[in-house]
């Protein structure tokens, strides 16, 4: 059993091995006809339970046949020009190589004696992104598993700042937990559900997220937040955070980040910027402006693995005060004792709220070092035209009614039957439009609801993708949709 080691007499048997596998995807990829099989879960599930884990094949060629078998023919390609689904990016060759190397090396990220080079590679992304940002010389951060683990992170450091002030700041002595039960976090109705989530697992519950309306650009409506501010005060409770998104998940809208920078300076309030989708424009030629007032921000959450096309997992969290990173530090004798901090000794969990992490800034400074900023820049750029394209496609298609001119390179839309059908009619011929393309295996779209009616959504992140692409995929809904629809009719008539 020690031949599958990786040491240094294994090395010939790991280049045959993952040269075998790299083979078989790089064939896959040659192969794809479209983004999905179409299979469903009653046919693969029975394939993989019926597989004995305690009998293994031993032979590695045999395992990527089965691997062929239960995996690589159904996986979702998100490569392919129509996976308009969610918001999953092609990933860009530099990136793949450096997972390939960081999975072998297998560095973890938390201690300086058991990473090196990799630390300091991850703290000069970090102080490069800060910079793109704006965040001045006392920023930092830390690469996290995700935007959800980013915005739990912000939240985490908000919270405990907003402790340590309102309790310095009392005339009577107070607990921590007299304060929690009344601190407030407000973000807008379209935000991600990790923030909600965030202050569910903070202790807040999530009846501490007040949820303020958008405007029809689906854009924090700021004149409403304003008046929420106020409320929360004169209440006697503590606006905690406002946290700003640059990018909905839903509708690509990036709130008015300059106000937003205004009213919560007004009531010392944190400010956190979820710009888990808009990231990618830090690195656009012609749009960095979109993003201004970002710059103001006290934490921003990035996700390289949406908008700057690397694999999954890549994301970060950057404050503006490194001070502020101290409320998740903590020393533990066997891993990262005070005297290393003393001897001046960078350990990454100091930061962290994960101990053991992966190297995932291998992939992100693969990338610079081989494209540079300006080429991941282009790419975004690519989508975001697509996108405008769209738009304009599906406004001028009388099937089909879209919500808002995107900011960024998401669209939003519905099929519209003509003449009078029932409402529930037509969120269903949505629906099962969606679920049968999907069946189909012919393209990928993703779904939501917006004021209540079900809706279909593009999510383009694939610059390979095209505006026939995007009418093709209109006319399968489409015709998915009238299909439905005539079977329904004929029934109830």
């Not at 596998?21 to 046919?43: C, F, M, N, W, Y």
């Not at 903590?330 to 992966?358: C, F, G, W």
């Not at 540079?372 to 599906?394: P, S, Y």
Request: proline residues 4%; hydrophobic residues 40%.
């Amino acid at each position: 059993m020690r031949s599958h080691l990786l040491n240094e007499t294994t090395s010939e048997h790991y280049r045959r091995s993952v040269t075998e596998g790299v083979e078989r995807v790089a064939a896959k990829l040659a192969t794809v006809q479209g983004p999905h099989t179409g299979i469903s879960v009653d046919e693969l599930a029975p394939v993989i339970n019926g597989i004995d884990l305690d009998r293994p094949l031993t032979d590695p060629a045999a395992v990527l046949d089965e691997l062929e078998e239960v995996y690589l023919r159904d996986a979702v390609y998100f490569h392919h020009p129509r996976y308009l689904g969610h918001l999953n990016c092609p990933v860009v060759i530099p990136a793949v190589l450096g997972e390939a190397i960081l999975s072998a090396v297998n560095s973890s990220l938390d201690t300086w004696d058991q990473s090196i080079g990799g630390t300091l590679i991850e703290r000069r992304l970090i102080d490069w992104t800060a910079q793109r940002i704006g965040l001045g010389p006392a920023a930092d951060g830390i690469f996290t598993s995700g935007g959800s683990q980013s915005n739990f992170h912000a939240l985490l450091l908000a919270r405990d700042e907003a402790c340590r002030k309102i309790m310095q700041g009392s005339e009577r002595s107070l607990a921590k937990s007299d304060v929690l039960p009344r601190l407030r976090i407000f973000t807008s109705e379209a935000s991600h559900f990790s923030v909600k989530k965030s202050a569910a697992m903070l202790g807040l519950g999530y009846e501490a997220v007040i949820a303020v309306p958008v405007d029809r650009n689906r854009r924090m409506d700021t004149s409403v937040l304003a008046l929420e501010l106020e409320e929360c005060v004169r209440e006697g409770l503590y606006p905690m955070a406002v946290v700003a998104t640059a990018g909905t998940t839903d509708f690509g809208s990036i709130d008015p980040l300059p106000e937003i920078a205004r009213l919560t300076a007004e009531h010392s309030a944190w400010m956190h910027v979820d710009a888990a989708y808009g990231c990618g424009l830090l690195v656009s030629p012609t749009r960095r402006h979109l993003l201004d007032g970002i710059e103001h921000a006290d934490s921003v959450t990035v996700d390289y693995h949406k908008s700057f096309f690397q694999p999954v997992s890549s994301s970060a969290m950057l404050v503006r005060d490194r001070d502020t990173l101290k409320h998740a530090t903590y020393h533990a004798d066997y891993l990262n004792p005070r005297r290393m901090a003393e001897e001046r000794i960078p350990n990454q969990v100091d930061k962290s709220i994960q101990t053991t992490r992966r190297f995932d800034a291998l992939k992100l400074w693969m990338t610079l070092r081989t494209m540079g900023a300006d080429g991941i820049g282009q790419l975004f750029d690519e989508v975001i035209d697509l996108a405008a394209a769209g738009w304009d496609i599906i406004d001028a298609d009388s099937r089909y009614e879209v919500v808002v001119r995107p900011q960024i390179s998401t669209l939003v839309f519905r099929y519209v039957p003509e003449g009078e059908v029932r409402a529930d009619l037509v969120d269903e011929a949505n629906l099962h439009a969606r679920k049968a393309l999907f069946a189909s295996g012919e393209a990928v779209v993703a779904g939501t609801k917006v004021d209540g009616k079900q809706y279909l959504k593009f999510t383009l992140l694939n610059p390979q993708t095209t505006t026939a692409d995007i009418e093709a995929v209109l006319d399968l809904l489409a015709s998915h949709a009238e299909q439905y629809l005539g079977e329904s009719l004929a029934v109830v008539s």
